[in-house]
């Protein structure tokens, strides 16, 4: 579906891609990680026909600068920062779904699914929402459409535990018809949503491996948490889960989305000294 | 088609919900508020009364405004747009250049020429309450001078909006832009003529390749349409062009050089990086 070719991308002398080769098939979910400099934003801008750049860059056998509209009706793009947009948020909406061919209606029901109140914020401007509401809304313009190619940057980086489990769940409908390609500084953010990992360094590839697709995006754990005794500051953390506290048992117990197992035990790693007993048990699908 | 118009409409309303907008709006509106107040239909210059004298002293004001506003917020809020990641997001969806560019340009156009156009009309809206008679015809010739006043230098901005990359550098070039255009009004002008001895024929052409000198000479034409306040490049003028010919000219000259403009900024900004 993507070929890239021996791309080359210098910034006034600095090369800032080096040479770039890939190959992605559709159906892959590829983890593009690297650390700041690395070249991750610059390898997506020209995906998206941004850049000028050497080498060849394809999307399903089209030139995505040439071909723009083309291309891009098929790309649902998630930048990393918002853009500060004065535009009310029903505009930006229609603005969006009239160039993609998407009905607004789509767009405003992804939006609602992660728990944004999509008619309480038409009329209010997209600079003035908050990082996790800008962010649903994103996804959902990016989500509400039929997109063929989602590239997705730190995606789930600003959505709460309630909202990852959701935006996971649209993802896992997408797997069969859609290649994701999901740009992060740590692996551990995207590391079970994906089906393929990307390091790049200095505008190089430096790793390209298949890993095990363990189905985490479709997925669910049941957890319980058994503390010495009650804490108010695990308590904080776990209600952000939607976790519910039995006092008899000092039991914390809740659902987590499997893709985000690896999240909610960084979270709890900060209190283990509280803890006695931890069970994660993953429902049969 | 469709691309190109929501572009359109998708400026226009990010436009007007900035503080530009409001200042911009606030100025033009003020400066008819203000005539009105202080009397200036009342007043006499050269014959002039009425709302012929309004609409003179409007449109030497808008002149002298007009040029640099139009560069600087133009230059201001499209390399802005660039600088904060807009351009990345609103690019990634599926919009053709041409459109984006040319949909950015009109609505842009809309922008900035109605509150200058509003204005206009409603001191035409207030005379006309207050029984002042209504020169048609001139209100006709100010409103195409302005308009094309308007595409002269929102083409200029989109230009240099493409070529800079960042604000700072963007807002240097209007500026500098705008000088240049101002000290070849008179001074260089003049001190090439002194210096270099210059033939009158290419002083004038020289003087008429600059936007602010056509608008200033048409402007003066329709209250002194022979030009005597030029002194002998009235005759060059005249003989060149005729007394309509000029104001044909005046009106067609910068709106081209405008949409030249402008076109040169759609092959920069096609050739190069968006974001």
């Known amino acids: ?285 | 088609m469709k691309q190109f118009w929501l572009t359109a409409r998708l400026d226009i309303v990010e436009s007007l919900r900035a503080r530009w907008f409001q200042v911009y709006t606030l100025v033009f509106g003020g400066i008819v508020a203000l005539l009105f107040l202080f009397g200036l239909t009342e007043s006499r210059v050269l014959g002039f009364i009425g709302l012929s004298r309004l609409l003179v002293t409007y449109i030497q004001l808008t002149m002298a405004i007009l040029p640099i506003f139009v560069l600087i917020t133009t230059v201001r809020s499209v390399a802005g747009d660039r600088e904060a990641g807009v351009f990345e997001y609103l690019l990634s969806l599926p919009v053709s250049l041409w459109a984006w560019f040319w949909g950015k340009f009109v609505g842009r156009y809309i922008v900035i020429f109605m509150p200058v156009f509003a204005a206009m009309v409603l001191a035409v809206a207030w005379a006309t309450v207050q029984n002042i008679e209504v020169p048609w015809g001139m209100f006709a010739y100010y409103t195409a001078l302005i308009a094309a006043m308007a595409m002269c230098f929102l083409g200029f901005g989109m230009l240099i909006s493409s070529i800079a990359r960042t604000t700072d550098v963007a807002q240097g070039a209007a500026f500098l832009t705008w000088l240049l255009f101002l000290l070849f009004l008179d001074l260089i002008l003049l001190g090439v003529m002194i210096q270099e001895r210059i033939a009158p024929e290419l002083a004038v052409t020289i003087a008429l390749a600059n936007p602010l000198q056509v608008f200033r000479t048409a402007a003066l034409s329709m209250f002194d349409p022979h030009l005597i306040v030029l002194g002998p490049s009235a005759y060059v003028i005249l003989d060149l062009f005729g007394t309509e010919g000029y104001k044909v000219f005046a009106v067609v000259y910068p709106a081209l050089l405008g949409i030249v403009s402008a076109g040169l900024g759609f092959l920069v900004f096609r050739r190069g990086d968006l974001p």
């Not at chain 1, 892959?28 to 700041?36: C, F, H, P, V, Y």
């Not at chain 1, 690395?38 to 390898?43: E, Q, S």
């Not at chain 1, 189905?215 to 976790?243: M, N, Y």
């Open chain 1, 1 to 285: 579906m993507i070929r890239l070719e021996n791309v080359t991308k210098t910034f006034r002398g600095a090369r800032v891609l080096d040479g770039i080769s890939l190959n992605v098939d559709l159906g892959e979910r590829i983890a593009l990680i690297g650390s700041n400099g690395a070249g991750k934003t610059t390898l997506i801008r020209c995906l998206l026909g941004e850049y000028v750049h050497d080498g060849v860059v394809t999307v399903d056998g089209i030139n995505p600068r040439k071909a723009r509209a083309e291309v891009l009706a098929q790309v649902g793009f998630v930048p990393q920062l918002p853009p500060p947009l004065k535009m009310p948020v029903g505009q930006l909406i229609n603005f969006a779904a009239g160039l993609c061919g998407t009905e607004p209606a789509r767009i405003d029901d992804i939006a609602r699914r992660l728990g944004l109140q999509i008619d309480g914020i038409r009329s209010r401007q997209f600079v003035r929402l908050s990082g996790g509401m800008k962010q649903k809304l994103l996804i959902a313009i990016a989500l509400g459409r039929d997109a063929r190619l989602l590239i997705m940057d730190e995606p789930a980086a600003n959505l709460d535990p309630e909202a990852r489990k959701i935006f996971f769940d649209i993802l896992a409908e997408r797997v069969k018809d859609a290649t994701m390609i999901m740009s992060s500084h740590r692996l551990d953010e995207v590391s079970a949503l994906v089906n393929r990992v990307i390091e790049m360094d200095t505008g190089r590839i430096v790793l390209d491996d298949k890993v095990a697709d363990m189905g985490t995006l479709h997925s669910r754990l049941d957890c319980q948490i058994v503390l010495k005794h009650a804490d108010p500051a695990i308590a904080k953390a776990l209600e952000s889960w939607k976790f519910s506290f039995d006092p008899a048992s000092t039991a914390w117990s809740g659902e987590i989305a499997g893709a985000d197992r690896l999240r909610f035990l960084g979270v709890v790693s900060r209190y283990t000294g509280l803890v006695t007993k931890l069970d994660m048990t993953e429902r049969p699908h």
